[in-house]
């Protein structure tokens, strides 16, 4: 499965600041890799547009893109409330804290203000830089895990820190090795013919996964040594054998052990500088044809468009 994407535009829009109050004018905050729109204060504005920069900063470190590739700025659209997100998605489930769904030319991720809401942000841009940068058809564990892993950065002034755990996924994990879904169907989730693991599993297990391989830079070369075996043609369970010297059911039992203990995290030796924002007031006109054309997107029933 490749997760090569080519993407004429793409877009966030993010449920965000619901608790500050009504204002007359709307906001556009950009930067160098981002322009954000939104119903708030200049301050906030520069504040969560340097947040995401720095996010953003924190996985080019990791993961160098190439200077030959020349990606348009990532919209972001702030939603007050689920009304606004169902102007753009009309049948949004109430329990949905986020969604990244891919049209022919957008990108739409949501996300709520009630404290998941830089995880959710966090974890829908690191699939959009994933899928922007990191070209090689990754396993759809690894896709999900490396989403998770980032998602919980805990990103302040003064420091970051990269490999922090959620503690509704840990929690889902720590019932018992007997709940979770066999190595061999996370590895095969969504290959034809492939055995469906429930969704809070597969997304724990991924997550359980890629950090225990990004734990260590043993562990790191052999999750390196696993997809070129996989980019090769090789089995999945077969190249991970290959690649860590496990089977499958030895390394679940090895991957129990190492969520139950002390969980790995760590704080970059590095500068993030605070990105420059230019912010700029938009008119009433501006405002409401942003949520019109958000609301004509493709992925709006047509009888259901403005």
Known sequence: MSILRTFVMATLVVLAFAASPVRAEWLKGESEHFVVYGDTSERQMRSYVQKIERFDQVLRAYYPTSADVIAPKLPIYLARSKADMREVWPTLPSTVAGFYARQDERIFAMATDDGEGDSVLFHEYAHHFMFQNLTSPYPQWFVEGFAEYYATIELRSDRVKIGLFSPGRMNSLLVGLNEWAPMD??????????RRVVGYRFYAQSWALTHYFMSTPERQAMLAAYFRA??????????????????PQQLQADLYRYISGPITNFTPQRDFPAADVTVTRLTPGERDAIWLDLRLARFVPENLRA
């Not at 169907?185 to 492939?194: E, F, H, K, N, Y």
């Not at 996989?230 to 690649?243: D, R």
């Open 185 to 194: 169907a996370i590895l095969t989730q969504g290959r034809p013919g492939s």
């Open 230 to 247: 996989l980019w090769q043609g090789a089995e999945p369970s077969a190249a991970l054998q290959t690649a860590t010297g496990r089977t």
